[in-house]
């Protein structure tokens, strides 16, 4: 199993950037496909980025697309989430997930078992 553990949000204004991290405990975080999700009042807990465990992979919800990175540092058992031009719509509670090697449901936060309590951005206009 992993721990992990969200950091780096913040409250910024329209346009600014945000690189929030989430770092793994353990001792097979290579192993681990990495997600970003988040959720904001009124919605259910929405996909915004995945890794494979390879990092040759990444995935974007459109929403995203363009302007958020994901990206990994297994050797400090850490991944980012770079989010460049930053929207009002994009104020939510920002979760990582993991999962053990990969899934054709990757944008499903059903398939990850393991879970990060959460940092909070919030993008004013």
């Known amino acids: 199993q992993v721990q992990l553990v969200e950091s780096g949000g913040g409250l910024v204004q329209a346009g600014d950037s945000l690189r929030p991290s989430c770092a793994a405990s353990?001792?097979?975080?290579?192993?681990?496909?990495m997600a970003w999700f988040r959720r904001t009042p009124g919605k259910e807990r929405e996909f915004v980025a995945a890794i494979t465990w390879s990092g040759i992979s990444t995935y974007y919800a459109d929403s995203v697309k363009g302007r958020f990175s994901i990206f990994r540092d297994n050797a400090k058992n850490t991944v980012f989430l770079q989010m460049n031009s930053l929207e009002p719509e994009d104020t939510a509670v920002y979760y990582c997930?993991?999962?053990?090697?990969?899934?054709?449901?990757?944008?499903?936060?059903?398939?990850?078992?393991?879970w990060g309590q959460g940092t909070q951005v919030t993008v004013s206009s």
């Open positions: 353990g001792h097979t975080f290579s192993m681990y496909s």
């Open positions: 997930a993991a999962l053990k090697y990969v899934s054709t449901w990757y944008a499903s936060e059903q398939v990850y078992p393991h």
